[in-house]
C-alpha cells in the first residue's frame, strides 16, 4: 500500500496483471518467474496456445533507462505475459560493457534504493524522513523491513 510510485511497486502491481493467463486458462503453462531473481525472462510458446501477447506502448513517455514503465514491463513478463522486450532499459544493464547485471536489477525491485534512502535520512535528517516517509512509519516499516515486505508481497501474488 506504501509507495505507489517507486519501481518495485510498478513491478508488483504489473505482475498481478500478469495474472491475465489464468484467466484464459494459460496460468498451469505460461507460469512466469517462481522467485524475484532479477535474471532476463521471455516467455516461449509452449503447446497450441501462446501466452497472452502484449505490446508495450509509452505513448508520450520518455523511455529513459531504469523509468517505472519499465518497471511494469518486467513485472508482466515475469507474470507470464508475452512482450517483445530488451534488457538494455532496465537498472543493470551497463552501456559501456554492453552486460546486465540482474543482481541490480533484483534490488531495485525488492526496493532496496528505498531502503538506503530512508536510512540516510533517518541518519542525516529526521524531519525530513518524517515528512517523506510519514506512511511508512505511521505503519511501522523501518527501512530494513522493505525487502521482506516486497517478498511477502510476492508471495501473496503467486498464492
Same mark, same amino acid.
Given at each position: 500500500? =506504501?509507495?505507489?510510485?517507486?519501481?518495485? *511497486?510498478?513491478?508488483?502491481?504489473?505482475?498481478?496483471?500478469?495474472? !491475465?493467463?489464468?484467466?484464459?486458462?494459460?496460468?498451469? +503453462?505460461? &507460469?512466469?518467474? =517462481?522467485? #524475484?531473481? @532479477?535474471?532476463?525472462?521471455? #516467455?516461449?510458446?509452449?503447446?497450441?496456445?501462446?501466452?497472452?501477447?502484449? &505490446?508495450?506502448?509509452?505513448?508520450?513517455?520518455? +523511455?529513459?533507462?531504469?523509468?517505472?514503465?519499465? @518497471? &511494469?514491463?518486467? @513485472?508482466? &513478463?515475469?507474470?507470464?505475459?508475452?512482450?517483445?522486450?530488451?534488457? *538494455?532499459?532496465?537498472?543493470?544493464?551497463?552501456?559501456?560493457? @554492453?552486460?546486465?547485471?540482474?543482481?541490480?536489477?533484483?534490488?531495485? /525491485?525488492?526496493?532496496?534504493?528505498?531502503?538506503?534512502?530512508?536510512? +540516510?535520512? !533517518?541518519?542525516?535528517?529526521?524531519?525530513?524522513?518524517?515528512?517523506?516517509?510519514?506512511?511508512? *512509519? *505511521?505503519?511501522? /516499516?523501518?527501512?530494513?523491513? /522493505? =525487502?521482506?515486505?516486497?517478498?511477502?508481497?510476492?508471495?501473496?501474488?503467486?498464492?
Amino acid at each position: 500500500r =506504501e509507495g505507489k510510485t517507486d519501481y518495485g *511497486k510498478q513491478w508488483y502491481q504489473r505482475r498481478v496483471r500478469g495474472r !491475465l493467463n489464468q484467466k484464459y486458462g494459460l496460468d498451469e +503453462t505460461y &507460469v512466469g518467474v =517462481e522467485q #524475484v531473481d @532479477g535474471e532476463e525472462y521471455y #516467455v516461449e510458446k509452449e503447446g497450441e496456445k501462446g501466452a497472452f501477447y502484449c &505490446v508495450l506502448d509509452t505513448g508520450l513517455a520518455r +523511455t529513459s533507462s531504469g523509468a517505472r514503465m519499465f @518497471g &511494469v514491463l518486467k @513485472g508482466a &513478463v515475469d507474470g507470464g505475459l508475452d512482450i517483445p522486450h530488451s534488457s *538494455k532499459r532496465f537498472p543493470g544493464y551497463n552501456a559501456e560493457s @554492453g552486460e546486465y547485471d540482474a543482481g541490480t536489477h533484483r534490488s531495485r /525491485i525488492l526496493g532496496e534504493h528505498i531502503s538506503s534512502y530512508m536510512q +540516510t535520512l !533517518l541518519d542525516e535528517d529526521e524531519d525530513a524522513y518524517k515528512r517523506q516517509f510519514a506512511v511508512y *512509519k *505511521k505503519e511501522g /516499516i523501518m527501512p530494513d523491513m /522493505i =525487502e521482506d515486505m516486497y517478498t511477502k508481497a510476492h508471495a501473496a501474488i503467486r498464492a
